[in-house]
């Protein structure tokens, strides 16, 4: 990943994270104030309720309040009281209730039985444990003829006799439902569902199916003012925890699978006298304002993080342009540099740290340049000085001769003809001997400024070395991998030769190769005037074949071994100083490499290492 | 003297009208209101007026002549042979004929029929039946079997409504049935020359109409006896004449006779009785009063709860269906007898008859339609839909037969009721059938011109 890229990352992420942050800050601002606002909508709601409860527990009281010190009932309990007949009074209770507008009435006599009543006449004579209530109202669930139970708000008293003597008294028990009609009577605010929860319903009071001290959850029974509440299903947690704790429990309810169809929710328990839940009613307040409200803000966000992130690649494209580009361009002059290019160079622009950068990078690579240029001249000098002394040396050595000779051949002038012949003869001889050497001379100085160019072939670099050892040392070639004495020369060189089982092959101009290898033999065999051990040996590492040439004799200073290639260079009394330099053209024409491993007293090694054929090129 | 025969003639003359107030007076239009519909069989107050049987329940509770004038039987009762009386006519002028009766009594009961075949011969019809009818004249004379001319039909969507009774169908409107006096009737002409009936009135409005005078004859169910004599009407009621009852189907959850049993043993018919018909009916635990039979006693009605759950067993049936038909009274009942039997351990659902669902209890009135023990009992166990056994001609015959029935449980009886009617204060000689349905025929108004 280059800068520009790593800016671009990281100019995103910053505007990212910065909108993120403050999109989330917003969005937690928000959901605090709507919560903040449900728990005062609930809380207000509550306080109505409380109101709106306790004026209707009034109105029940003086209802049947009302009907206890009427006349009516007041006659209902003195005949009962004369006769103890309750029969003419059946359907007391349900003219009563039209009356009084009570949905629940009951006459129970002094005996505590049921001698009327108005939401279930069959149970005349049933005993009411509701008479005996000392609360003032109370919560009831009211069993029904259909099988099913009403909550409603329930209040007692008793009629008033003329004969305060009366051991029993009659008792009036009344009350009004609690229903969807309550609910709507109820001051709910827009958006604000108000559910009651029941345990009264089908089979709630049969007398085979005792139900258990808190029923299953059934979402049949909690309506609304509109009738049946979506997502009943949804709402059991809370009316569980009302039930089970008798305490309000609140909480958050997703009542489909989109967040606008959520609700702030509260359950508030609603208990008889006992202190059993038998309701609940719930307060669920529509977070649709709050979701819609943090959809567009997220929607917000989104759109300024895009604009946002598409300002940072702006940025991070001028940034690039200002920074980076010129960074990228001293990086691509550095690699041409490094290269081998010293001649690349950067624009100069500004004067910040990038434009002196750029100077400086311009400023260093002229340096090199005109120190290459210096070292190369000072080189090429003393190459000529080099050679000069070499030409000088080489050349005076078969000089002094010829000159002797001469001198030799004017001093016999004047000595006896058959003298001066035979001096004659003798100095002709010497002068074209040493004539001869200078030829020699000249003609190696040529070859190496000559150096054909190298004509590839594929051969077994194994056989290459045979060719050496059978030009060199014969035996040693005709016992292949065995060591021989070189009949040949007089010293006590042995010749050892290692080639692999399997071919080696590499692409190689033959000749060159021989010459090469002949050149380092000649060396090895210098080097070992008092005999030794030469090995030839070839082996594949990896992509590569190494070859290496070594010999037992007195080693190289490491100071030798840094100047063995360079041309004119010898460590030998009569050296050119061209044979290595030759055998360092020949490897680097063939796209190799040599190298010398040498230790004092411990003879040296010549390592070339050429590239293996492809061998599965043709 | 002179004074002595004017103070005789002003005695006279004083007597004279007291004197013709004890003779009915033809003439005048009896207004009367019904809470059902007068067509519906059985009891329908039109139905009685039209229609005519082929016999008549005498007060002696016999059988006695009627459209048929006399009667015999064959082959040990399997064949009768009722003879027509002559000389009658239908309302519309038709005389009555054997194919008449025939094509009345097939349209009435169709397939349904007690008799095998009925044919007419001349002018008698014969009835034949594969088992023994002994008491057919008395069948005959209930209110289901009385004929009509087949094929007249009425504008209140009674099938039949012209028939040979003493008053005919004459309009029906603004929900008020007029019926006229039929001259030519057999019996001869009824007092009153128009009954004007005021039909699905409601017990209150008919008690108010009768307190302010706009109506001469209203009902007063059993249940509102006492509060009509409290109200000082004048109620004319009959002896205990229905029967109130529970049918129990053997089907279905209730095909346990023990469950049966336990319904049977778990209601409480005494707070019936006593609360819900304010102590006018007649706590029975079988199927016919005691003044018919005398070993009602034999049957305990009294409840047994404890009996009941034992004999539930432990099981708890589905939810049974109870329906009722009828007034506030007998949907009170039902309810009274389904908390009953919520309290025996069973669930029950009361249901408006009609209702299309598998009824598993019914609560049922049923017509006491004669005074013999053995027609009485054919007669209810036939609308109560059970089968009529084969029963011997004595009183140990007739007990085995009810026993052997009741054992079964299905057919609980509650209660004997009487009917009842309240009568203004014009109308005169007000006579009740044996099944307690009012006899207007007789009946004349006081200030009928």
């Given at each position: 990943?280059?800068?520009?890229?790593?800016?671009?990352?990281?100019?995103?992420?910053?505007?990212?994270?910065?909108?993120?942050?403050?999109?989330?800050?917003?969005?937690?601002?928000?959901?605090?104030?709507?919560?903040?606002?449900?728990q005062e909508e609930t809380a207000l709601f509550v306080s109505q309720f409380q109101r709106e409860f306790q004026h209707r527990s009034a109105e029940v009281a003086a209802a049947v309040e009302h009907i206890a010190a009427g006349e009516r009932a007041r006659n209902i309990a003195f005949e009962l009281a004369q006769s103890g007949d309750a029969a003419p009074y059946l359907t007391e209770a349900q003219a009563l209730a039209q009356d009084a507008?009570?949905?629940?009435?009951?006459?129970?006599?002094?005996?505590?039985?049921?001698?009327?009543?108005?939401?279930?006449?069959?149970?005349?004579?049933?005993?009411?444990?509701?008479?005996?209530?000392?609360?003032?109202?109370?919560?009831?669930?009211?069993?029904?003829?259909?099988?099913?139970?009403?909550?409603?708000?329930?209040?007692?008293?008793?009629?008033?006799?003329?004969?305060?003597?009366?051991?029993q008294a009659v008792r009036i028990v009344g009350g009004k439902r609690l229903d969807q009609s309550f609910l709507a009577d109820l001051p709910a605010a827009p958006g604000m569902t108000i559910s009651l929860y029941s345990d009264s319903?089908?089979?709630?009071?049969?007398?085979?199916?005792?139900?258990?001290?808190?029923?299953?959850?059934?979402?049949?029974?909690?309506?609304?003012?509109?009738?049946?509440?979506?997502?009943?299903?949804?709402?059991?947690?809370?009316?569980?925890?009302?039930?089970?704790?008798?305490?309000?429990?609140?909480?958050?309810?997703?009542?489909?699978?989109?967040?606008?169809?959520?609700?702030?929710?509260?359950?508030?328990?609603?208990?008889?006298?006992?202190?059993?839940?038998?309701?609940?009613?719930?307060?669920?307040?529509?977070?649709?304002?709050?979701?819609?409200?943090?959809?567009?803000?997220?929607?917000?966000?989104?759109?300024?993080?895009?604009?946002?992130?598409?300002?940072?690649?702006?940025?991070?494209?001028?940034?690039?342009?200002?920074?980076?580009?010129?960074?990228?361009?001293?990086?691509?002059?550095?690699?041409?540099v490094a290269g081998g290019n010293w001649e690349a160079r950067v624009p100069e622009r500004g004067r910040d740290e990038i434009g002196a950068l750029a100077r400086s990078f311009n400023h260093m690579t002229?340096?090199?340049?005109?120190?290459?240029?210096?070292?190369?001249?000072?080189?090429?000098?003393?190459?000529?000085?080099?050679?000069?002394?070499?030409?000088?040396?080489?050349?005076?050595?078969?000089?002094?001769?010829?000159?002797?000779?001469?001198?030799?051949?004017?001093?016999?002038?004047?000595?006896?003809?058959?003298?001066?012949?035979?001096?004659?003869?003798?100095?002709?001889?010497?002068?074209?001997?040493?004539?001869?050497?200078?030829?020699?001379?000249?003609?190696?100085?040529?070859?190496?400024?000559?150096?054909?160019?190298?004509?590839?072939?594929?051969?077994?670099?194994?056989?290459?070395?045979?060719?050496?050892?059978?030009?060199?040392?014969?035996?040693?070639?005709?016992?292949s991998q065995a060591t021989a004495d070189d009949p040949?020369?007089?010293?006590?060189?042995?010749?050892?030769?290692?080639?692999?089982?399997?071919?080696?092959?590499?692409?190689?101009?033959?000749?060159?190769?021989?010459?090469?290898?002949?050149?380092?033999?000649?060396?090895?065999?210098?080097?070992?005037?008092?005999?030794?051990?030469?090995?030839?040996?070839?082996?594949?590492?990896?992509?590569?074949?190494?070859l290496r040439v070594a010999d037992t004799g007195e080693g190289l200073t490491p100071e030798e071994c840094e100047r063995l290639f360079t041309p004119y260079y010898t460590t030998k009394q009569h050296g050119t100083g061209l044979g290595l330099a030759i055998v360092q053209s020949v490897v680097a024409d063939h796209h190799g490499d040599i190298a010398v491993e040498s230790r004092v007293g411990g003879g040296a090694t010549f390592v070339i290492t050429l590239p293996r054929a492809d061998e599965t090129a043709s | 003297m002179l004074r002595q025969i004017a103070i005789s003639f002003l005695v006279a003359v004083l007597l004279l009208p007291a004197a013709a107030r004890t003779r009915p007076h033809y003439g005048g239009t009896l207004r009367v209101e019904v809470e059902g519909d007068p067509w519906q069989r059985p009891g329908g107050l039109a139905r009685q007026m039209v229609l005519d049987g082929l016999t008549a329940m005498g007060t002696d509770g016999t059988a006695g002549p009627a459209l048929a004038v006399e009667w015999n039987s064959d082959n040990d009762n399997h064949r009768w042979q009722f003879r027509l009386r002559p000389g009658v006519h239908f309302q519309d002028g038709t005389p009555l004929s054997s194919a008449n009766v025939v094509a009345s009594l097939t349209a009435i009961c169709g397939a349904g029929c007690p008799w095998t075949a009925l044919h007419a011969v001349g002018s008698s019809v014969v009835f034949t039946s594969d088992s023994p009818l002994p008491n057919l004249p008395e069948l005959l004379a209930g209110d289901d079997y009385r004929i009509a001319l087949a094929g007249a039909g009425s504008p209140t969507g009674a099938p039949a409504s012209i028939g040979t009774g003493p008053f005919q169908f004459t309009a029906f409107s603004n929900g008020v049935l007029t019926l006229a006096a039929n001259d030519n009737c057999w019996q001869g002409r009824p007092f009153l020359d128009e009954v004007e009936i005021r039909v699905h009135r409601s017990m209150r409005d008919q008690w108010l109409d009768l307190s302010v005078g706009r109506a001469d004859l209203v009902e007063v169910p059993a249940e509102q006896l006492r509060q009509a004599h409290e109200q000082r009407l004048t109620v004319v009621a009959s002896p205990p004449v229905s029967l109130l009852a529970i049918t129990v189907s053997d089907s279905g959850a209730l095909s346990n006779p023990n469950l049966r049993a336990a319904i049977a043993f778990a209601v409480d018919r005494s707070a019936i009785s006593n609360v819900i018909f304010q102590k006018q009916g007649e706590i029975t635990a079988s199927l016919l009063p005691a003044e018919l039979t005398g070993y009602s006693f034999l049957f305990s009605p009294d409840r047994d709860q404890n009996k009941a759950h034992e004999l539930r067993g432990?099981?708890?049936?589905?939810?049974?269906?109870?329906?009722?038909?009828?007034?506030?009274?007998?949907?009170?009942?039902?309810?009274?007898?389904?908390?009953?039997?919520?309290?025996?351990?069973?669930?029950?659902?009361?249901?408006?008859?009609?209702?299309?669902?598998?009824?598993?209890?019914?609560?049922?009135?049923?017509?006491?339609?004669?005074?013999?023990?053995?027609?009485?009992?054919?007669?209810?166990?036939?609308?109560?839909?059970?089968?009529?056994?084969?029963?011997?001609?004595?009183p140990e015959g007739l007990y085995k037969v009810e026993r052997q029935v009741?054992?079964?449980?299905?057919?609980?009886?509650?209660?004997?009721?009487?009917?009842?009617?309240?009568?203004?204060?014009?109308?005169?000689?007000?006579?009740?059938?044996?099944?307690?349905?009012?006899?207007?025929?007789?009946?004349?108004?006081?200030?009928?011109?």
């Open positions: 990943m280059n800068l520009r890229q790593k800016l671009l990352l990281l100019l995103s992420l910053l505007v990212a994270v910065i909108v993120a942050a403050v999109a989330w800050t917003v969005l937690l601002r928000i959901r605090h104030v709507f919560e903040q606002r449900d507008q009570l949905d629940f009435l009951e006459i129970v006599g002094p005996d505590g039985n049921i001698v009327s009543s108005a939401q279930w006449p069959a149970r005349f004579g049933y005993p009411e444990p509701a008479a005996t209530a000392t609360q003032s109202t109370f919560l009831q669930s009211e069993d029904l003829p259909d099988g099913t139970a009403a909550l409603g708000l329930f209040a007692v008293r008793a009629v008033r006799r003329s004969d305060p003597g009366g051991a319903g089908p089979n709630a009071n049969t007398a085979t199916s005792p139900q258990p001290a808190t029923p299953a959850f059934d979402p049949a029974r909690l309506v609304s003012t509109a009738g049946s509440v979506t997502g009943t299903a949804r709402y059991q947690p809370l009316i569980d925890s009302a039930r089970k704790t008798g305490q309000a429990s609140s909480g958050i309810l997703y009542l489909t699978d989109r967040r606008e169809d959520s609700v702030s929710a509260t359950a508030i328990p609603l208990k008889s006298e006992s202190g059993s839940v038998l309701a609940v009613l719930t307060v669920a307040i529509s977070r649709s304002g709050m979701v819609e409200a943090q959809q567009h803000i997220r929607a917000i966000a989104y759109g300024v993080a895009a604009g946002g992130i598409l300002l940072a690649i702006l940025a991070s494209l001028w940034i690039a342009a200002r920074v980076s580009g010129p960074i990228e361009q001293l990086a691509q002059a550095a690699e041409q002229g340096e090199l340049v005109a120190q290459r240029d210096r070292l190369v001249q000072t080189e090429r000098v003393a190459a000529w000085r080099e050679l000069a002394r070499r030409l000088a040396h080489e050349l005076k050595n078969p000089l002094f001769p010829l000159q002797l000779t001469v001198e030799n051949l004017m001093r016999a002038r004047d000595l006896p003809a058959a003298e001066f012949d035979e001096v004659f003869r003798e100095s002709t001889q010497t002068l074209c001997m040493e004539i001869a050497n200078l030829k020699t001379i000249i003609g190696r100085f040529s070859d190496f400024s000559r150096m054909p160019k190298p004509q590839l072939e594929r051969i077994d670099i194994n056989d290459a070395l045979r060719r050496v050892a059978q030009f060199y040392f014969p035996a040693t070639a005709r016992a040949s020369s007089e010293s006590k060189i042995k010749c050892t030769l290692g080639v692999t089982s399997d071919p080696l092959f590499i692409d190689v101009d033959p000749e060159l190769l021989h010459r090469a290898l002949s050149n380092l033999v000649l060396n090895a065999m210098d080097a070992m005037p008092d005999g030794g051990t030469l090995t030839l040996s070839a082996q594949p590492k990896g992509e590569t074949a190494e | 432990g099981v708890t049936p589905p939810l049974l269906t109870l329906t009722v038909e009828g007034g506030p009274a007998m949907q009170l009942a039902a309810q009274r007898i389904a908390l009953n039997l919520r309290d025996a351990g069973f669930n029950v659902q009361v249901a408006s008859a009609g209702a299309p669902q598998h009824v598993d209890l019914a609560l049922r009135r049923l017509t006491l339609e004669s005074s013999q023990p053995q027609p009485a009992l054919e007669s209810i166990l036939r609308a109560a839909g059970l089968a009529v056994p084969v029963m011997e001609q004595s009741l054992d079964t449980h299905m057919i609980i009886p509650l209660l004997y009721l009487p009917r009842a009617c309240a009568v203004g204060g014009r109308v005169r000689d007000l006579l009740l059938s044996p099944d307690g349905a009012p006899q207007l025929a007789g009946v004349s108004l006081e200030d009928a011109p």
